[in-house]
């Protein structure tokens, strides 16, 4: 029987130390799956029908809910339309922030009945190199462990950094009892402090007035761009990367097509399904160029094609341990792993 994989991750706003459980998903699904696998145990549903019925359905969800309508499908969920911001008065004009709209999508009773009963939860290890809070205060209260919306909150401790535009990475605060908003007001994001102007969520009552904030980042176990020289020389040194600390790299750069310095980003995605790596070149943008995804099964040499625009047009790499890499993937990375490279010619 399948499981739900988690791991325990610090809560950082408590007076006493605990951890909140973190969901740790298997893999990606979509339509696609969706479709062949309702066709595999209910031959008389067509695939493509379902495939192309899937999208349909959805987007009549969408629709209710731009007309203002809650949708509840009684054995699944319950779609609502949300919002997230602060007024300062009640007659005061809705936030200008395009996120302010929000889809809040819940199971029913039926649905989380059988999820309670059905699923089985197995641990996993905690990540070596967590984001870790050791200090919270109110900037204009001095006063540690307290949520002041008219004051700034600092936060110090250790591999804080993310990138507030990566959709993978957050600071969330959330409340003990209801609610939760991802701030979006910083004036410091590094490795070892935070400053931002909270957004407070609201409770159900006003005695529910305790919160946890956390920090989800994206980082290397080096912590810094690799540095890869030598591009476009005959013989240019083997550089090790996608590596935790082994001491020899599961992977290395052999060499590449390069016609100027440049950093960019080595993604690794990790396909359960087919049982197989992804490998791909990336800029340093959010949802920007990317170059065609190479699927990995095994030790051996791969070029990664480079993306439009880059002075990168492709790069050689050596896979050298396989199967170490796909378990500190799976395990410490939550199947995706990114590292950067300062690549040099």
């Known amino acids: 029987m399948s499981t739900v994989l988690w791991r325990p991750v610090l809560n950082a706003l408590t007076k006493l130390i605990s951890y909140r459980i973190q969901i740790v998903p298997r893999n990606i699904v979509g339509y696609d799956e969706m479709a062949a696998d309702i066709f595999a145990t209910n031959p008389n549903y067509n695939n493509d029908l379902v495939r192309s019925l899937a999208p349909i359905i959805m987007e009549w969800i969408q ?110 605060i959330r409340g003990t009892e209801s609610g939760e ?38 980082y290397t176990e080096h912590g810094t761009p690799l540095g890869v020289p030598g591009l476009g020389h005959p013989n240019p040194p083997d550089t090790g990367i996608l590596t935790d600390n082994a001491a020899t790299p599961y992977a290395v750069v052999t060499g590449g097509l390069v016609t100027a310095d440049e950093r960019l980003r080595i993604q690794v995605i990790q396909d359960l399904v087919e049982e197989r790596l992804l490998f791909s070149l990336i800029n340093m943008k959010k949802q920007g160029e990317s170059g065609t995804e190479i699927p990995v099964t095994g030790n051996g040499a791969y070029t990664l094609p480079g993306f439009t625009g880059s002075a990168v047009t492709s790069l050689n790499i050596s896979v050298n341990d396989y199967a170490a890499l796909w378990e500190m993937i799976r395990n410490d990375y939550t199947g995706t792993l990114v590292d950067l490279l300062d690549v040099a010619v």
């Open 63 to 172: 629709n209710q809910l731009i007309n203002g309508y809650q949708v509840t499908l009684p054995d699944a969920f319950i779609f609502r339309v949300s919002a997230k911001g602060r007024l300062d008065s009640p007659d005061a004009p809705l936030p200008d922030n395009e996120d302010m709209l929000q889809a809040s999508i819940s199971g029913t009773r039926d649905f989380l009945r059988r999820l309670r009963a059905e699923a089985r939860m197995e641990r996993l290890p905690m990540n070596e190199k967590l984001p870790h809070i050791n200090a919270v205060e109110d900037t204009k209260l001095k006063l540690a462990n307290v949520l002041n919306p008219a004051g700034l909150l600092h936060l110090t401790g250790s591999n804080l950094d993310f990138d507030e535009e990566d959709p993978d990475c957050s600071c969330v």
């Open 181 to 218: 908003t991802q701030q979006s007001t910083f004036g410091i994001i590094s490795n070892s402090e935070i400053l931002l102007a909270p957004d407070i969520p609201a409770q159900s009552n006003p005695w529910n007035n305790e919160y946890t904030i956390s920090v989800t980042t994206q």
